[in-house]
């Protein structure tokens, strides 16, 4: 089973910021937490991840609680591209093997 | 930078038929994953290789299915005896170990049983 929980869907307008949450309360320390999005019909796409320091790159902020128990995923300026399903994942970098995904959070992005 | 790359992007077949699917995967990368995923739900994991090993099947593989990655490059699923229960998106993702194992998935191959 996952072991992330996620609200199954959100609306977000567009040029906002979209906040997707994640709750991992049961996340080990050597866990890492990874985003990946779904476009309709793609494969797919991985965005981010970290271990306990928030992290930002090109695609969006991830931010993680101190207790690592939950996160947000923030992508700063939603356009309608951003529509997909977001999954939030734990991993354990380097000794995982497959990634066990939730059902995830389907954002709509409103013109 | 090429991708994760998969062949065909679609099928449709017979009940009873054979299918194979093909995955090349991000070059350099050690490890690919074979994942399924059914309409509505998120992506399974069914097998993946460490170069030409496979090191890991899940109860999902049935006896129906095999895998393969005979020079450690690009690998084959192959269904036998397709059922209307196989219809559904095949994905492919390809990491390195060492490096961080970020996997990065390929497009998919969306299969229907008829």
């Known amino acids: 089973d996952a072991k992330t929980t996620q609200p199954p869907s959100m609306d977000c307008a567009e040029g906002r910021a979209a906040n997707l949450p994640c709750n991992h309360s049961?996340?080990?320390?050597?866990?890492?937490v990874y985003w990946y999005r779904q476009i309709h019909s793609q494969g797919p796409q991985y965005i981010i991840h970290?271990?306990?320091n928030n992290e930002t790159n090109e695609m969006a902020s991830l931010i993680i609680t101190e207790d690592r128990k939950s996160s947000t995923l923030i992508l700063p300026h939603a356009t309608l591209r951003d529509t997909a399903v977001y999954y939030c994942?734990?991993?354990?970098?380097?000794?995982?093997?497959?990634?066990?995904f939730g059902k995830g959070t389907r954002l709509h992005i409103l013109p | 930078d090429t991708g994760v790359s998969q062949d065909p992007r679609h099928k449709i077949t017979k009940r009873g038929q054979n299918v194979t699917f093909r995955c090349d995967p991000i070059?350099?990368?050690?490890?690919l994953y074979w994942y399924r995923q059914t309409l509505g739900q998120g992506p399974e994991f069914l097998t993946y290789?460490?170069?030409?090993?496979?090191?890991?099947k899940s109860r999902l593989l049935s006896d129906r299915f095999s895998a393969e990655r005979p020079k450690g490059s690009f690998s084959t699923l192959e269904i036998q005896r397709t059922e209307q229960g196989d219809s559904a998106m095949y994905l492919c993702?390809?990491?390195?170990?060492?490096?961080?194992?970020?996997?990065?998935f390929g497009p998919g191959t969306r299969l229907l049983v008829l």
């Open positions: 994942i734990v991993f354990l970098m380097n000794r995982d093997d497959k990634i066990i």
């Open positions: 070059s350099e990368h050690n490890r």
């Open positions: 970290g271990l306990k």
């Open positions: 049961t996340i080990s320390g050597n866990e890492y």
């Open positions: 290789f460490q170069n030409e090993a496979q090191l890991e």
């Open positions: 993702a390809s990491s390195r170990t060492g490096a961080g194992e970020t996997q990065y």
